[in-house]
């Protein structure tokens, strides 16, 4: 497996560029920089294209963007590469090409702005992130009628109800849908206790077509 991060720090401008990888001295293929420029890396079947004339169009005022779309355009082969771009003013450029062999993609707006422990706070919301993409996916699965899926997909860890309401409630949904009315009734209840401001907006569900309504009654009855 190969990853990589390419950062700018917004206080003082300082760029920096690390990656990881099973393949021999991937330091010296993947990570390019320019001081005062920008940082590219590029991998999957890496083209040095995307470094060597990469910086040289940040250099020349591109942004990382611009950069990178111009240089996808000459590429013959661009849905073998992955591609990230940061320029000197904190612009972002990313792209993952569909011939990428699987899993494959990417992610650059990772920020903490201010904690003393920035990665573990960084991991922290990398965490997270994946727990809500995931309780998405799996709420999407059960309006779809596919109860099976989307009870696989749901994370095993639950959320606190009063850090993010939404969540606890489309998990409730999933669980309900998919048979397990009592967890779901639990977590609904706790809901309740710890977000109320959050039930009114959740028992609109039914109103907008996405839940029955006597489900969330029984899930969320009115005291």
Same mark, same amino acid.
């Given at each position: 497996? !190969?990853?990589?991060?390419?950062? #700018?720090?917004?206080?003082?401008?300082?760029?920096?560029?690390?990656?990881?990888?099973?393949?021999?001295?991937?330091?010296?293929? =993947?990570?390019?920089?320019?001081?005062?420029?920008?940082?590219?890396?590029?991998?999957?079947?890496?083209?040095?294209?995307?470094?060597?004339?990469?910086? $040289?169009?940040?250099?020349?005022?591109? !942004?990382?963007?611009?950069?990178?779309?111009?240089?996808?355009?000459?590429?013959?082969?661009?849905? #073998?590469?992955?591609?990230?771009? =940061?320029?000197?003013?904190?612009?972002?450029?990313?792209? !993952?090409?569909?011939?990428?062999?699987?899993?494959?993609?990417?992610?650059?707006?990772?920020? =903490?702005?201010?904690?003393?422990?920035?990665?573990?706070?960084?991991?922290?919301?990398?965490?997270?992130?994946?727990?809500?993409?995931?309780?998405?996916?799996?709420?999407?699965? !059960?309006?779809?009628?596919?109860?099976?899926?989307?009870?696989? /997909?749901?994370?095993?860890?639950?959320?606190?109800? $009063?850090?993010?309401?939404?969540?606890?409630?489309?998990?409730?949904?999933?669980?309900?849908? /998919?048979?397990?009315?009592?967890?779901?009734?639990?977590?609904?209840?706790?809901?309740?206790?710890?977000?109320?401001?959050? =039930?009114?907006? /959740?028992? #609109?569900?039914?109103? /907008?077509?996405?839940?029955?309504?006597?489900?969330?009654?029984?899930?969320?009855?009115?005291?």
């Amino acid at each position: 497996m !190969t990853y990589s991060i390419v950062a #700018r720090d917004a206080a003082d401008g300082h760029m920096g560029i690390a990656t990881q990888s099973q393949a021999f001295s991937v330091g010296s293929s =993947v990570s390019w920089a320019a001081p005062g420029h920008g940082v590219i890396a590029t991998q999957s079947m890496g083209e040095p294209m995307y470094g060597e004339l990469g910086l $040289a169009g940040l250099s020349a005022g591109l !942004t990382a963007q611009e950069a990178l779309t111009s240089l996808k355009s000459v590429d013959p082969h661009p849905e #073998r590469r992955q591609v990230a771009m =940061v320029d000197a003013h904190g612009n972002v450029a990313a792209y !993952t090409g569909e011939a990428c062999v699987a899993a494959a993609g990417h992610c650059i707006d990772l920020r =903490v702005d201010d904690h003393p422990e920035p990665l573990v706070e960084l991991r922290r919301l990398v965490e997270h992130t994946w727990r809500y993409h995931q309780t998405v996916e799996a709420f999407e699965l !059960t309006l779809n009628g596919h109860a099976a899926e989307a009870l696989a /997909a749901l994370p095993d860890e639950a959320v606190d109800p $009063a850090m993010d309401p939404d969540l606890s409630w489309w998990r409730a949904i999933v669980l309900a849908n /998919a048979g397990d009315e009592t967890a779901a009734a639990e977590l609904a209840q706790a809901l309740m206790s710890a977000a109320p401001k959050y =039930v009114e907006a /959740a028992r #609109r569900f039914g109103a /907008a077509g996405l839940m029955d309504q006597a489900l969330i009654d029984r899930l969320l009855p009115r005291q």
